[in-house]
Every structure is written in structure tokens, then in C-alpha cells.
């Protein structure tokens, strides 16, 4: 299972909005309505920001929405913040109880 | 609260295995599956595989399936995770993961395995 692609990086001023992509195939990301979001910091576990696609654990920000179009989800974080600078990481449940991560993405608050 | 304890850093040689513990509390432990995912510095996640919280039955990456066994002592309500052959790229960060509904919600503060001759 090779995993998902994402952009290396990405980069927004504060206040702005950004996308992050997150490409699979028809076997994974295109299969299942079960692709969360992660957000990491540097030395910390990453955590639980949007599952199901587009769906928001308690206490994640609203500027966090999520959705899926294909073989694609995408994460858009709206109304950039400081604190928003983090890496960010696609998962995605491919069947058989198997799971597979996107490469990540950088994102920096310019 | 949910709470996933990890076992501390580990430092081996090239071709000895290694045995990584996790810890949990709040919850029912036998209610949820539970991962182990790991990260080599500066890179990305990656899952490693997966252990049925009902029965125990588990299911590996095939990057690992040769080397990985997941394994879990009920009573003490604790996960291991043993790595067998191990090579200078398995030195990463080793995360214990609770799942719900096919994602993972709760993480470990990760294990830090350090292989050098």
C-alpha cells in the first residue's frame, strides 16, 4: 500500500485560507468515507483535528473543514493563525483492516 | 481520562529486537483496537498494524509483516509492540494509537528507538 500524496509544503499569511490535498486511488481514499486529519507539532503526537471526511472532534476550531471528491480529500483551514503552523497528515482506512498515511505536509504562517 | 503510557527510549544494535510497552487507563481496554504507527525523524507517519480489542487478533503492514508482532496483556491492560531484525531505518519514534471508528484517537507520547552498532 503506497501511500497517499500530499504537498510537501504550503505556506499562508494570517487571516488568509489554505488547502491542503491528500491524493489516493479508487482503493483507498476513493473507497471509504474514512479519511481523518491529524495535525502535528514539532516533539509532540500528532492529533485528531477532522474524521469521516469532514467531521470535527469536540474542542477542534471551526476554521478546520474538510471534504472529499474521488480519489481526493482535502483540508482547509480558514482564517489563518500562528498556532496553525504545524504538519498536517492525511490517513486514509483502505480495508482489511489497513490504514495508510499521506506523507505529510508542512505548513507555515508567513 | 484516556490515558496511553509508553515505555521509555531504547538504544540496539543492528539485528536485535526490540519489545516497546503501552500502558492504558480511562477506558475499557478490551472496547477498542488499538495501533502502533512510528515516525523516523523528520519524516512522516506510518502505519505499522493493528490488534482487535475483543479477540486479539491482529493484522500487520506488509513493511513489516515479517519482523512486527503486536501483542497486549488484558490484565495489565497494557500493548507491546516487539520489532525483530532490526535495522539503522527502524530508529524512529514508535506511537501507540487508540481507535474509534476506524480512526485514532487518542496517541501515545511516542518511544524513541535508537539502533546503532
Known amino acids: 500500500q503506497s501511500a497517499l500524496t500530499q504537498p510537501a509544503s504550503v505556506s499562508g499569511s494570517p487571516g488568509q485560507s489554505i488547502t491542503i490535498s491528500c491524493t489516493g486511488t479508487s482503493s483507498d481514499v476513493g473507497s471509504y468515507n474514512l479519511v481523518s486529519w491529524y495535525q502535528q507539532y514539532p516533539g509532540k503526537a500528532p492529533k485528531l483535528i477532522i474524521y469521516e471526511v469532514n467531521k470535527r472532534p469536540s474542542g477542534v476550531s471551526n476554521s478546520f473543514s474538510a471534504s472529499k471528491s474521488g480519489n481526493t480529500a482535502s483540508l482547509t483551514i480558514s482564517g489563518l493563525q500562528p498556532e496553525d503552523e504545524a504538519d498536517y497528515y492525511c490517513?486514509?482506512?483502505?480495508?482489511?483492516?489497513?490504514?495508510?498515511f499521506g506523507g505529510g505536509t508542512k505548513l507555515t504562517v508567513l | 481520562q484516556v490515558q496511553l503510557v509508553q515505555s521509555g527510549a531504547e538504544m540496539k544494535r543492528p539485528g536485535a529486537s526490540v519489545k516497546v510497552s503501552c500502558k492504558a487507563s480511562?477506558?475499557?481496554?478490551?472496547?477498542?483496537?488499538m495501533h502502533w504507527v512510528r515516525q523516523a525523524p523528520g519524516q512522516g507517519l506510518e502505519w505499522m498494524g493493528w490488534i482487535n480489542g475483543g479477540n486479539g487478533n491482529t493484522k500487520y503492514s506488509q513493511n513489516f509483516q515479517d519482523r512486527v508482532s503486536i501483542t497486549r496483556d488484558t490484565s495489565a491492560r497494557t500493548l507491546f509492540l516487539e520489532l525483530s531484525s532490526l535495522r539503522y531505518e527502524d530508529t524512529t519514534v514508535y506511537y501507540c494509537?487508540?481507535?474509534?471508528?476506524?480512526?485514532?484517537?487518542?496517541w501515545g507520547r511516542g518511544t524513541l528507538v535508537t539502533v546503532s552498532s
Open positions: 480511562g477506558y475499557i481496554f478490551t472496547d477498542y483496537a
Open positions: 490517513c486514509a482506512y483502505v480495508g482489511t483492516n489497513t490504514w495508510v
Open positions: 494509537v487508540r481507535e474509534y471508528n476506524k480512526y485514532f484517537d487518542y
